[in-house]
């Protein structure tokens, strides 16, 4: 072989690696897309229906994640929010589990008891949290119990000695938690149901309708209402329902119901009732959801919610974003519903509660 035709070969040879190289990074980006979503989501509107009433914590972050969602989603389609509260959020959750589309547009944005109200609850509903498709949890939020610094209870001994009239609304943490902890710890909690949400019953302490609430979320309440804690501030944080308690009301001293159980199964009730903290703003998805959909937006879910512009907004407004993923919350709600028959059992006894 001459050293022309030598040249030649080598010059053949070196083109057809480039040809192939550039073939194999075509396939590789084929492949990357066959993972997002294949263009499935262009020019189509995405709906987050929000379990609560516009201007609470739930709604507030819901908005937050619509205008980031979008540029972590192949297409950036447009995400909008529709309200739909009622009974604990669970009316949402049975629209998204019996009627909303099944591709991946329709989401649902729930209180964090709604996952446990066909487990421990006595409310009817038509979904099965053990089947739903979850994106994530927005946050794991440490819920708090808190009252009006001109209340008689100022403190957690205090409710267990007098009557504490608080807002609550049906079948939702605000309802829950206070039958829970009087049956566990001897509160003497009285509810005022009928509320539609947050933002209701913050009203109704204001104008004195009730004097406090037990199961808002710390992160929320002190966001959305933040001229009431801290100095000249009408309401205190009488106590916190969280395995680790957060981080600001540990500082000042505040007490944990989880520091106050008698004994092994009263721990592991609690344990249980409020494993749905660490789901404190549960996303999900009805369950015939295309596999390959719901690992698209829970990646879309996760990337938002670590989005610098996302964070910053957030910091701005002074909330908090702490993430659970998708596959953590589902195996958190599998658990749950294997829960021991006893255990399951006195809540629900606790819970039965007619005024």
């Known amino acids: 072989m001459s050293a022309a035709e030598g040249g030649c070969d080598m010059a053949l040879r070196t083109r057809a690696l480039k040809l192939l190289a550039a073939a ?13 979503d294949g263009g499935f989501f262009k020019g189509k509107t995405i709906t987050i229906f929000v379990g609560s009433s516009a201007g609470g914590g739930y709604d507030t972050y819901a908005r937050l994640l ?42 649902g944005a729930l209180y964090a008891g709604a996952p446990l109200e066909p487990l421990i609850g006595t409310a009817p509903v038509q979904h099965d949290p053990s089947k739903t498709q979850y994106l994530g949890s927005a946050n794991n939020d440490v ?41 566990v710890l001897g509160t003497k909690f009285k509810l005022v149901l009928g509320y539609p949400g947050s933002r209701e ?31 000249g501030g ?33 721990k592991a009730l609690i344990d249980l009732f409020f494993s749905q903290m660490v789901f404190g ?28 512009e996302l964070l910053a907004e957030a910091k701005k407004a002074n909330l908090e974003v702490n993430p659970v993923s998708g596959d953590d919350v589902q195996a958190l709600i599998a658990k749950v519903y294997s829960a021991p028959p006893q255990v399951v059992s006195r809540i629900k006894k606790a819970l039965s509660y007619t005024p």
Not at 289 to 301: D, H, S, Y
């Open 24 to 36: 194999g990074g075509i396939l590789a980006a084929t492949g990357a897309m066959a993972q997002t």
């Open 66 to 107: 619509s205008r980031h969602m979008p540029k972590h989603l192949e297409g950036a389609p447009t995400i909008v929010i529709s309200n739909m509260p009622g009974a604990g959020s669970n009316v949402a959750a049975n629209y998204v589990y019996n009627v909303a589309r099944k591709d991946g547009t329709m989401i």
């Open 234 to 266: 009408i309401m205190q944080v009488l106590f916190q329902t969280h395995p680790t308690g957060h981080a600001e009301l540990n500082k000042r001293g505040v007490p944990n119901a989880y520091d106050m159980t008698a004994n092994a199964e009263d």
């Open 201 to 231: 019953i913050g009203l109704a302490i204001e104008k004195k309708e009730v004097f406090g609430a037990c199961g808002f979320a710390w992160p929320s309440i002190s966001v959305t209402n933040p001229g009431w804690f801290g100095e």
């Open 143 to 183: 819920y708090v119990c808190i009252g009006r610094r001109d209340a008689e209870v100022q403190s957690f001994d205090d409710l267990r000695k007098k009557e504490f009239i608080v807002g609550a609304q049906n079948s939702s943490t605000t309802s829950d938690f206070p039958l829970v902890l009087n049956a």
């Open 281 to 308: 703003r549960p996303y999900v998805l009805p369950p015939e959801t295309p596999p390959e959909r719901v690992a698209v937006l829970r990646k879309a879910f996760l990337a938002a919610l670590a989005d610098p």
